[in-house]
């Protein structure tokens, strides 16, 4: 019960203490002026030609997704080869669920054309 209330003490402490930085650079930060020329974009010296907020395309994030799944699966497959010994059936029964969960989802992908570049 001591511990507890030891740590809920420190806990109280460093919030107050982060709510008071926060408050005191809030209040004696320096202000600048807000005039138009300091609030525009600045490019090296070149005018500014359309908006800076490009719409990007829905696809990109979908390959990005894809990719980082992909590794994320060539780790485990690469840890479970270098372990495969140890961890008998069970190992072998996690990684061939991996695996048919693996080319479910990219049969399930390709039958919705979702890899499909617009």
Not at 17 to 23: D, E, N, P, T, W
Not at 69 to 86: H, M
Request: net charge neutral; hydrophobic share 60%; proline share 1%.
């Amino acid at each position: 019960m001591l511990d507890f209330l030891a740590l809920s003490i420190a806990l109280i402490i460093s919030l107050a203490f982060a709510m008071l930085v926060i408050y005191l650079n809030y209040r004696l930060a320096h202000k600048p002026s807000k005039s138009e020329i300091k609030l525009s974009t600045y490019e090296c010296g070149e005018e500014i030609i359309g908006e800076a907020q490009v719409r990007m395309n829905v696809q990109y994030y979908v390959y990005g997704i894809a990719y980082l799944i992909a590794d994320i699966i060539a780790i485990l497959i690469l840890l479970w080869a270098v372990q495969s010994i140890e961890l008998s059936f069970v190992g072998f029964v996690g990684i061939i669920l991996l695996l048919a969960i693996t080319v479910f989802s990219i049969g399930y992908t390709l039958k919705k054309n979702m890899l499909k570049w617009v």
